[in-house]
């Protein structure tokens, strides 16, 4: 049996034998790492947008003169700074630029509402707000919006009390305060799964701890050429595609909206040779290849998550890119990775392993206390890219946490196992479980599964009431082009019955042309529970 409160007894075939069970990490802000490669390579291409490239050099002297203007706004040390834009060079400078203050970044997502978005405004106190002008008209008259507002994109002064992008670049470079890592950098918010969503407090520290991370497992290096494609105000976007290009003096290619034509193309032309995405993006743009082969010969490393992997979306990376798809996991609390799959030993459906510095337990979901492999329970880090505490909730600070043999673990509410070896492999979400005649069943299980079918390109496992077994299991599927019309959910369910246990296959199946999903691209389970239950109670 691997104790898994010591991961240095993982088996050797499992940790890459040329890495270290734990780093060191650089001791400076995040921001001190641009400055670096700025330093070291101020003339090569840093990021590149459209027709427009930033050199290091480039990149860093905008970065100083939006900290200019910032500064001359009031805007210091300890002060949060909103980001609420689809993804675009000045998102970077943004970021870089309230870090050389001092200042917290909080990143918003752009699908927010004229009436969600006041709350993230009035919970972290923004003093300032970096957005574009159509995302602005849905606040401007709102009491909340920060004092400090700056548009990207706009033309001309189109609101009153506004500054334009162009005009704050206008402002003198602002030396670098004093910040440390143990200062507070970001406060990202979670998606409201129990409630009100939730700050995250995270620190310089956490957020070298995953960048420098991935950067040394993945073997990123200058000469990569990295497709941001993943929104920036998630986790996985912001530090996979945003901070660990830049720490590692690679090239970052921003694209502002998912289009699979248009990412197939930017691969090819580019030779872009990294990618780190999730299932849906990874999913379309491989059904795009079927129908328009491209030459993507450059990529050397893809991973994903997100969610549940399918095997035939693994062999078809293998196919098209020649490289294996590496999973990994992670949560906005830990600013992205505690997991990942070792490339050279990686497995499918599964997230990996403990990454550096880090430790994992599976808990009993009812006394909590550390369960022995295969056993499922709820999956509880340790390590230094864990939040240290949840945004003005004090209460629900302590919930999350739990001490273990003088270890301070985060619960992370996601059901999961590890097996012999001490690979990871999750479950479900905690709270996601349907229970069909007393039977556990795990929709993200039964969605891993159907995706083997030739047919399936997405699907979306919910539970609806059955006056029989209480509660049954529905499949919302996304067929892949070519498979309209020639097949039925009678055989979907067929196929279902011979490869699944007989309490978890779906007993009903519906074809959609669409699935909700959130900014980040995920299918967005929770709206579709939602509008099952409605559809269910209207008969």
């Not at 003339?43 to 900290?67: I, M, P």
């Not at 162009?166 to 970001?186: K, R």
């Not at 077994?469 to 055989?491: H, M, N, S, V």
Request: glycine residues 6%; charged residues 25%.
């Amino acid at each position: 049996m691997i104790d898994v409160l010591n991961p240095h007894c993982l088996s050797e075939p499992v940790w890459p034998r040329r890495l270290p069970r734990d780093l060191a990490f650089p001791d400076v802000p995040v921001h001190v790492n641009l400055e670096v490669s700025a330093r070291q390579y101020p003339h090569k291409v840093a990021l590149r947008a459209g027709v427009r490239t930033w050199t290091y050099a480039e990149l860093q002297d905008e970065v100083e003169r939006f900290a200019g203007f910032l500064a001359d706004q009031g805007v210091g040390h300890g002060d949060r700074v909103a980001v609420w834009l689809q993804n675009r060079p000045e998102y970077v400078i943004a970021v870089y630029g309230a870090w050389r203050l001092g200042a917290i970044v909080s990143p918003l997502s752009p699908m927010l509402t004229a009436e969600e978005a006041p709350f993230f405004f009035t919970d972290s106190q923004a003093a300032a707000l970096i957005t574009a002008p159509a995302l602005h008209q849905r606040v401007e008259t709102c009491e909340a919006t920060p004092r400090v507002v700056i548009l990207v994109g706009a033309e001309g002064r189109t609101r009153t009390g506004t500054t334009l992008w162009e005009e704050a670049l206008t402002s003198a470079p602002a030396p670098a305060q004093a910040v440390s890592a143990s200062d507070m950098a970001l406060l990202p918010y979670t998606s409201g799964t129990t409630g009100r969503p939730k700050g995250c407090v995270l620190l310089h520290s956490a957020l070298q701890a995953t960048l420098f991370g991935a950067a040394v497992w993945c073997q990123h290096t200058s000469a990569s050429v990295h497709f941001a494609t993943l929104p920036f105000f998630h986790v996985t976007g912001f530090q996979q595609s945003m901070h660990t290009v830049l720490a590692t003096s690679g090239e970052m290619i921003v694209m502002e909206r998912w289009n699979r034509e248009e990412a197939a193309r930017i691969m090819e032309e580019r030779r872009v040779t990294n990618w780190v995405s999730i299932t849906a993006m990874i999913i379309d743009l491989l059904n795009h290849l079927d129908e328009r082969p491209r030459d993507l010969s450059a990529i050397r490393f893809v991973a994903g998550g997100g969610a549940a992997i399918p095997e035939d979306v693994h062999r078809r990376v293998r196919e098209t890119f020649g490289v294996s798809l590496v999973e990994g996991y992670g949560l906005t609390e830990t600013i992205s990775q505690t997991h990942l799959n070792p490339p050279d030993a990686a497995r499918e459906r599964c997230v990996g392993v403990p990454t550096f510095n880090t430790r994992c337990l599976v808990l009993d979901k009812d006394d909590q206390h550390p369960l022995s492999a295969d056993a499922v329970g709820e999956i509880a880090v340790s390590g230094p890219q864990i939040l240290e505490e949840y945004w003005n909730r004090p209460e629900e600070t302590v919930e999350a946490f739990i001490d273990i043999e003088g270890r301070r673990y985060f619960r992370t509410g996601d059901l999961g196992y590890y097996d012999a070896d001490g690979y990871f492999y999750i479950v479900d979400r905690l709270k996601r479980m349907i229970n069909a005649a007393g039977f556990k069943v795990w929709p993200a299980e039964v969605e891993a599964r159907l995706h083997d079918h030739p047919a399936v390109s997405e699907a979306c496992v919910v539970g609806v009431g059955d006056p029989k077994r209480g509660e049954t299991t529905r499949a919302l599927i996304i067929l892949k082009p070519g498979f309209r019309d020639r097949i039925t959910g009678e055989e979907i369910i067929a196929w279902s019955r011979d490869h699944m246990s007989a309490y978890k296959y779906p007993r009903e199946v519906a074809f959609v042309e669409t699935l909700p999903r959130l900014a980040s691209g995920k299918i967005d389970w929770r709206t579709v529970q939602a509008e099952e239950n409605t559809r269910e109670r209207n008969g």
